[in-house]
């Protein structure tokens, strides 16, 4: 970015080049001195030899004379020099100035080089006038357009590797519970027909889930845009963490813990992108089952305070740390990582589900006892303007 406070200056010639300037100058003088004196002789000769040019030069001198009532400007000599004297200081000033501007470009030229270099957050900082003035506002510009749209592309380049990072992330708890699910039909592990077709719409839904995952990140991996579009619906709460609750079944169920639904309501009808808030849950129910160290009891409630949605998904197995509680957030972090090696987890989890319940105009935090883990999420109950803008 421009940095706008940068001070306008003068461009200071280095000693070299006020050398030769200095150079340029003398030898302009020598030069002009010798072609005057050309010029006199050549001139003197002239009228010398032709009786008539100097009378015509002697009448006009006394008709100037007459009128300006002064010899001064008309005795042979203080005519002829001060206008040589004029002219000479004229090429002079002429020189020497086409000279400086030539430095001037010297100078800007060397500051683009530097530019150009990779110093993309320099600018040209002369003060100059005139056309020079023009050509490094110009440049100055164009450098603040190509900055401004590099950022733009690293800004899309950076939230699209983010997303899809984030999908390949979800997409593991989808792909998971199916082939639990095939697992155990394969293995036929179910009991009646009841239990089979119950395992197949698990894999079933589980899969749609997948599906719209994958079309998540087709869709905003074509499209220029940084931010991830939120497709807001009408929705029960306490309906979807129950079918969550019972989709979790299966592995929770193998470690030996329960997984219970607990609303203040038999409804909560509220607005949000479902498929990103069954994501958020995934990520947090994934996590209490592979952290929640000895625990018995999954509970997710589901509550209501003033305009929001109050969700908390507890677990009651080991802490987790103090220290570690503000950081849970952060991406790629995790708590004693070499505790959790054998889960093999990336850290990104609970930085994608805060991200999700941002978008959503929410906050997500974790709190944590020797009896109870929990992450509690609250969530706008209806969707305010601030979040029709961001659609
Ligand atoms: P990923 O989700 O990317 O597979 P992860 O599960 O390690 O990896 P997060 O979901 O962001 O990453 O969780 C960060 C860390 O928070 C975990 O590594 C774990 O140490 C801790 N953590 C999360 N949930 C719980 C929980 N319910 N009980 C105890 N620790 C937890
Ligand atoms: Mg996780």
């Known amino acids: 970015m421009q940095n706008k406070t940068e001070k306008k200056k003068h461009i200071t010639l280095t000693s070299k080049e006020i050398s030769e300037l200095f150079a340029e100058g003398i030898v302009t003088i020598i030069l002009l001195l010798l072609l005057n004196v050309a010029v006199l002789v050549v001139l003197s000769s002239v ?16 008709i100037f004379a007459s009128r300006l009532d002064s010899d001064i400007f008309w005795n042979g000599r203080n ?8 002219l000479d200081v004229a090429v002079l000033y002429w020189r020497l100035i086409r000279r400086y501007r030539q430095m001037q470009l010297r100078h800007i030229i060397s500051e683009l080089h530097y530019i150009a270099n990779g110093n993309y957050d320099h600018r040209i900082p002369f003060e100059l006038r005139g ?17 401004a749209a590099i950022e733009d592309e690293r800004r899309i380049e950076k939230s699209k590797d983010e997303l ?41 839904v589980k899969a749609k889930q997948m599906k719209s995952l994958v079309e998540d990140l087709f869709e905003y991996t074509k499209v220029r845009q940084p931010s991830v579009p939120i497709n807001m619906t009408s929705f029960d709460m306490v309906q ?8 979790f079944e299966l592995e929770a169920s193998k470690k030996g813990v329960q997984i219970q639904t607990v609303a203040d309501a038999p409804q909560l009808i509220m607005d949000g992108d479902t ?18 160290k000895g625990a018995t009891q999954i509970i997710i409630e ?61 906050y997500i935090y974790a ?6 883990t929990s992450f509690i999420i609250h969530l706008p109950i209806k969707r305010n303007s601030a979040m029709a803008k961001k659609e």
């Open 47 to 62: 009228i010398n030899s032709s009786p008539s040019l100097t009378d015509a030069i002697w009448d006009s001198k006394n």
């Open 79 to 86: 005519f002829i020099l001060p206008l040589f004297l004029i």
């Open 131 to 147: 056309d020079l003035n023009r050509v490094v506002s110009s440049i100055n510009g164009l450098v603040d357009s190509t900055v």
């Open 164 to 204: 899809i990072t984030n999908v390949s992330h979800d997409i593991r708890t989808p792909l998971t519970s199916i082939i639990g699910y095939l697992g155990l039909i394969e293995d036929r592990q179910y009991h009646s027909e009841e239990d089979l077709l119950k395992y197949t719409h698990t894999a079933y």
């Open 240 to 247: 979807l963490v129950e079918q969550l609750a019972v989709d």
């Open 275 to 292: 498929e990103k808030l069954v994501r958020v849950f995934n990520n947090l129910l994934t996590n209490a089952l592979k952290y929640g």
């Open 302 to 362: 589901v509550g209501k305070a003033g305009t929001e949605a109050v969700l908390v998904v507890k677990n009651n197995g080991e802490m987790i740390p103090k220290y570690a509680l503000d950081s849970l957030f952060d991406r790629f972090y995790r708590v004693e990582e070499s505790r959790n090696q054998e889960t093999g987890g990336t850290g990104l989890g609970l930085a994608i589900s805060q991200s999700i319940v941002a978008l959503h105009g929410g």
């Open 367 to 372: 709190k944590s006892t020797p009896q109870w």
